[in-house]
């Protein structure tokens, strides 16, 4: 024992460097385990209570030292490091800058292999990302399937009208089990003719008799749906806190709340598929720099000058024009009542009947709301780096129609409408898909920011960047220009 003890208390100096403190630690085990075996070798009769006493004290003060040596040997070691670049903060400390000097996000973010495996861990897996409009839910058996990338969802209607989303997948063999959108109340596998209801539970398994197989734990597996802003939403992680917290905390957007989305009606919608990476997508939503450029003929409409920030705390990007400029095309404001309830975007800057207001909520969705009319662009990667499926939508209330206007009246002002916003759009997917090859040019590292026109895109980049490090920031100020002197170190 007086060995053992002698032994301990020669490591009782703890050295600087974190090799000196392994050693330490590593003696001190050999010393416990000495004192161990003493303990053990020994019976009650032989060893004295004195020396049981020394033996326990022996014991005390190795578990003391060693919770010091633990505590001092933590403090020294370095942070993990990230399983991949791609979630390492510091591949975008140029972004992170203050905005006057930022750059933009590193250009193999939207065509490298490895970046989007991790984007699908970090961004799809684990946020709230939007899929589909409610209009398309609205009878029992209503469904639709959801790629994104290789992942399938299938969203259901039950007969109660409550929504339900699975992964689109048959767990018996692993068929997908359907395709495209439509109605019907059962989800069939074209495999096997294993069949589920709504809700995802297993109903039917024909030629498959088998008395230890428990149906009721063989469901399809589900994903969390949650309907905000007229978007169904869809999640995978069963931590994370509704739509509304991920976009603004327990407030949401709230004049988004208020807009009577569910009152809309689809009067058409256009799907394109795009090279290019949907994020350049979302950015050029987001910034009016281009629209002279790019888009003569909306800029009669919704011109530079007029566009102005809208933004509000939280994790999307706001913006407005204010006042739009009649100019004798298919969208002025006279073509249509404005939209009833419509003012619930008000607010004592902007008039919603004259102005248009401008979304986009991480990660995925645009939403332009005209005083008559709204459209959205819901984008989603394809399998492929640099892809991406989107979905233009236009809706419109019945009672934005012109008393006026005959059925045949109406219809090709609303054919006109979409035929707008749809010009409107491919000329910003020429322009992205342009983008998608010049940013894989190997000596381009990324571009400055104009702080008045583009500092939507260096918001959105950092709430992407946040996601992909894993960072939790209290959700981002009204105006946010500086994420390291605002943001960093900060968490909620």
Known sequence: LAQAGRQFEATARVPADMLGIRKVVARRIRAFSAAAKVAEAQSPAV???AALHNLDSQIEKIARRNHEL??????MAPPAMPDSPWK???TYAATRRNLDFALSLVPAAYYDASYQEVEREMIWQKKWFAAEHVQNFQSHGDFRVVDVGPQSFVITMDRHGELHAFHNVCRHRGAKLCTGGGNKK??????????????GELVGTPHFDQPHFDRSSTGLIPMRVEAYAGIVWLCADPSAGSVADQLGGSLGVPELERYPFQDLKI?????????????????NFMEYYHLYAVHPELAKFSTVEQHKDNQGPGNYVGFVTNPLTNSGGCMDLNQFHPTPGGQALSTP??????TAFFYHLFPNVSITVYPHSVYTLIMLPQQEPGRTNEKLTLLQHPGSRLETDTDDQYAKKVEAAL??????NQEDVDICEMVGQGVQQGPYEGGVFSPTMENTVYRYQNMVIDALTGATPPLYPPVMNDYEAQMAGRSR
């Open 267 to 283: 009067v058409g919608s256009k799907d394109y598929r795009i090279n290019c990476d949907w994020k350049l997508l979302a950015e």
């Open 349 to 354: 800057e902007w008039d919603a009947k004259d």
């Open 70 to 75: 633990e505590a001092k040997l933590a403090e």
């Open 186 to 199: 059962r989800l069939n596998c074209p495999y096997h003719h294993w069949s589920y209801n709504l809700k």
């Open 88 to 90: 390492d903060p510091a």
């Open 419 to 424: 035929g707008f916003v749809c010009n409107v």
């Open 47 to 49: 060893v004295s209570g």
